[in-house]
């Protein structure tokens, strides 16, 4: 991630005059303000070119930001004509996810987004590449958000057939465009948006137009939201690792996995928290605990068994009560691998098949290698088929090293490989799934 030191500063002419008049006034001189903010910036560009040809500029695309502690949006701004964006921010770290009518969401939907740090007085910059649409006949949904006669920005915009779904974020006068709603044979989508404390008008007609806006599809907010969802967090195993300073825990849409506003909570990390939503409105929700490398996965042999962490609330009331979320210590990756603290893809040869590599797992007897094509979301080798008691691991080794075996990687993919410890016991399966490396580790662009 390139970093750009800005500095701000008076001409030297208006130095000298400065210290001149203070020496002859005894006055103070006056002085540049410190900077409070940071600057991102960056460019989106279309992948997938030729490296020898001028790359193409997207314009329009949308670049919602969001706080990566808290999973807060905090702004969506605009690509210009030359493809750029930037944005003042305050110290801290945030991560962005980018659409375009025409061109796959960034960071795909099984993928999460990869943060990054803003710092007082420096500009990050963050270019982004998306990959033109593996969806035709699609057009786009836009319309606004309000509470009363006022636009909200930052609410989260859902648009689903009872099968797939489609978001965006309002932006600050509560405007908001869905791009790249499959047309779906003329079938009507529902149309619903999500803010913690709220809940929401729908629209149950909305028809998408082949390459074309369905217009004024407009949403209304009311603060009657009032559900609770009690969530405990534990961990079962630590195996030697520094434990993170802090623990996020959100409730997510079920089915674009996106954060509700609102709906997310750290706190100081211990092996045991309690958590409490309020102002959560009537729906299900799937619960997860953070996406940052800190050292601690959720229990991945629960996730197998039972699936992911979910609450529905009706009338107020939530099931689970509460929702208990296990977790345990990851496994380390080691190479190729982005470093622990930077979520930044490693660059690897594209000429030489890598050799996947970890630290030795306490007591497993087994370990399953994962790899995802994380520009399209697409497992391409290993990991499980099926579910609960009908699972099967597809690509084994019970030493910490395999080369990798799948199709061929492409030149700009970016790709995330997992590992995952197993145990032989007694269970149904004769095995069950003990830990797990990092969401955001593993991750590797091709050359």
């Known amino acids: 991630m390139k970093r750009l030191l800005s500095i701000l500063k008076y001409p030297l002419f208006m130095t000298l005059l400065g210290s ?32 020898a040809l001028p790359a193409v500029k997207i314009a329009s695309a949308s670049v919602a930001i969001f706080n990566a502690k808290t999973n807060a949006p905090v702004a969506t701004v605009t690509t210009g004509t030359d493809g750029k964006y930037k944005k003042a921010l305050g110290a801290g770290s945030y991560y962005v996810k980018v659409s375009k009518q025409g061109y796959d969401p960034v960071p795909p939907t099984a993928l999460e987004p990869v943060p990054f740090a803003i710092s007082v007085g420096k500009t990050t910059t963050n270019n982004i590449e998306m990959f033109p649409a593996t969806m035709t006949d699609t057009g786009w949904i836009s319309g606004k958000v309000s509470i009363g006669d006022s636009g909200k920005g930052g609410v989260l915009v859902v648009a689903d057939d009872g099968t797939n ?46 390459d074309s806006a369905t217009q004024n599809v407009n949403l209304s907010l009311t603060g009657d939201a009032t559900g609770t969802v009690p969530v405990d967090f534990n961990v079962i195993s630590q195996t030697g690792v520094v434990p993170p300073e802090n623990m996020v825990v959100s409730l997510l849409h079920p089915m674009t996995r996106e954060t509700i506003p609102g709906l997310s909570q750290t706190q100081t990390y211990s092996s045991s928290i ?56 990851a496994v380390t990756g080691l190479t190729p691998s982005n470093a622990m603290a930077s979520a930044a893809p490693l660059s690897v040869d594209a000429t030489t098949a890598p050799t996947f590599s ?21 497992v391409i080798w290993g990991g499980f088929s099926g579910s609960g008691d009908a699972t099967v691991k597809n690509v084994v080794t019970t030493v910490t090293s395999i080369g990798y075996g799948g199709p061929a990687l492409i030149s700009g993919h970016v790709y995330r490989w997992r590992v995952y410890a197993s145990k032989d016991d007694n269970t149904t399966l004769g095995w069950h799934l003990i830990s797990a490396s990092e969401d955001q580790q593993g991750l590797i662009k091709i050359k």
Do not use: Q
């Not at 299900?284 to 529905?312: H, M």
């Not at 107020?316 to 296990?326: D, E, K, R």
């Open 20 to 51: 001149a008049l203070a020496g002859c006034s005894g006055g103070d001189s006056s002085s540049t303000p410190a900077p409070t903010t940071g600057t991102l910036t960056g460019t989106v560009i279309e992948a997938g070119i030729d490296p």
């Open 274 to 329: 309690s958590y409490e939503f309020t102002g959560v409105a009537d729906g299900s929700y799937l619960v997860r605990a953070t996406y940052a490398n800190d050292t601690i996965v959720v229990d991945p042999d629960a996730i197998r068994k039972f699936g992911e962490f979910r609450v529905t609330v009706a009338s107020g009331s939530a099931t689970p009560n509460p929702v208990a979320i296990t977790a345990t210590s």
């Open 358 to 378: 970890w630290n030795a797992y306490p007591s497993a007897s087994d370990y399953v290698v994962e790899v995802m094509d994380a520009t399209t979301g697409t």
């Open 165 to 210: 779904a489609y978001s965006a974020l309002s932006n600050k006068d509560g405007s908001y465009v869905i791009y790249n709603v499959p047309v779906n044979g003329g079938a009507a989508y529902s149309v619903t948006s999500h803010l913690a404390g709220y809940s929401s008008s729908s629209r149950t007609d909305v028809v998408v137009v082949l």
